[in-house]
């Protein structure tokens, strides 16, 4: 994997994108306006090549997890992983995609939470109507 800029793109090359992006169609406009979107957000943005593969050491602190936890989830198959002679690889997709699943995860489970004590309030409300 090669970085290319670590510099924030500037906001008129952002708007350049988007202006770019409504002559395309739709899957691409789509494709170009998220991406414009998490440029705006200060989002990393990593270009990563079709069989880029990380060892599980490295996929480890990508993911900022101990080794052992990860091995775990390659044995379990959450990530998918396949072996080279003796070692493990991860694909890079199947990382990023497991890193995007568990922060989905993450959001739902802090949504639930933030709303906890509306839904416990309904609960009650609902049960002392029922009475």
Do not use: C, W
């Not at 490295?58 to 003796?86: E, F, N, Q």
């Not at 989905?104 to 609902?126: K, S």
């Amino acid at each position: 994997m090669k970085t290319i800029s670590t510099t924030p793109m500037p906001e008129s090359q952002i708007d350049r994108l988007e202006s770019v992006a409504e002559t395309l169609p739709d899957e691409l406009r789509h494709l170009l306006t998220s991406l414009a979107m998490s440029l705006r957000e200060g989002d990393d943005i990593v270009a990563v090549g079709d069989n880029e593969t990380y060892s599980p050491q490295h996929a480890a602190k990508k993911l900022g997890m101990s080794r052992t936890h990860l091995y775990k989830l390659l044995d379990k198959g959450v990530i998918p992983s396949h072996r080279v002679g003796r070692d493990r690889r991860i694909a890079a997709k199947e990382l990023f995609a497991f890193a995007a699943r568990r922060d989905a995860d993450r959001r739902e489970l802090a949504e639930r939470f933030a709303h906890q004590n509306e839904t416990r309030t309904g609960a009650v409300e609902e049960i002392a109507d029922l009475l």
